[in-house]
């Protein structure tokens, strides 16, 4: 299983991101996606997951209004467009694989991107 993210970047407080996510080696329209961010000194969090249909998306309260994920089962490629970004959102940002998404819960994965940094400054 391969796993890339792409997409970060330097940014003004108050800008739009949109980071994505490309996979290989396995059947992506059959497992749910997410994405997880860790800020230095920090626990890794879950942002926000996609259930395999699309039909079910959950997001951490924090990102609620501001962040959309989306999938493209045809490309592989799972996507996250932040808006009006602030400092504290700052972190390195991880694709996830396979972790559960429902009932509000955004599970740990099967596996992990090598991450994309986001840096927003004030």
């Known amino acids: 299983v391969q796993v890339v993210e792409t997409g970060g970047g330097l940014v003004q407080a108050g800008g739009s991101l949109r980071l994505s996510c490309s996979t290989s080696?396995?059947?992506?329209?059959?497992?749910?996606m997410g994405w997880f961010r860790q800020a230095p000194g920090k626990e890794r969090e879950g942002v926000s997951c996609?259930?395999?249909?699309?039909?079910?998306?959950i997001y951490t309260d924090s990102v609620k209004g501001r962040f959309t994920i989306s999938r493209d089962n045809a490309k592989n490629t799972l996507y996250l467009q932040m808006n009006s970004l602030k400092p504290e959102d700052t972190a390195m940002y991880y694709c996830?694989?396979?972790?559960?998404?429902?009932?509000?819960?955004?599970?740990?994965?099967?596996?992990w991107g090598q991450g994309t940094q986001v840096t927003v400054s004030s």
């Open positions: 996830a694989v396979g972790g559960a998404c429902y009932d509000g819960r955004i599970g740990v994965p099967g596996y």
């Open positions: 080696g396995l059947r992506f329209d059959d497992v749910n």
């Open positions: 996609v259930s395999w249909s699309g039909a079910i998306t």
